[in-house]
């Protein structure tokens, strides 16, 4: 869930993430090229964004389950379930290049600018 969360925060554009570099990027061009629309655009995106994907992360972290009482619980209980480690992997590779590519950006600025004639 703490990938999830990591990425909802580069989605949303929170700083020292890489949504938040590729979202001020597209700001700045947005303001260069006048064209407030699109800034406009940008702005609720981020606020719907933020608004789709905090409360999923409140829910996982903050909010107690809640279980009816006149339903008899027939599942498996937390402690039979198990999950492969390997699974997580990928998970946990993509969250921190998110963040490195947030606080360490200026390689792919390059690259970016190198293709740009």
Do not use: C, H
Not at 85 to 93: A, D, Q, R, S
């Amino acid at each position: 869930m703490t990938a999830f969360f990591i990425g909802s925060l580069s989605l949303i554009g929170i700083p020292l993430t890489g949504g938040f570099i590729s979202k001020w990027y597209l700001v700045i061009g947005t303001i260069e090229a006048k064209q407030l629309a699109f800034l406009g655009v940008l702005l609720i995106s981020s606020i719907l964004n933020a608004v789709y994907f905090l409360p999923i992360t409140y829910k996982a972290f903050f909010d107690t389950e809640k279980t009816p009482e006149n339903t008899p619980n027939t599942g498996p209980s937390g402690d039979e379930i198990k999950e492969i480690p390997w699974v997580t992997t990928p998970l946990v590779i993509t969250a921190l290049l998110s963040l490195l590519l947030g606080v360490y950006p200026n390689y792919f600025i390059s690259l970016a600018q190198g293709v740009i004639p």
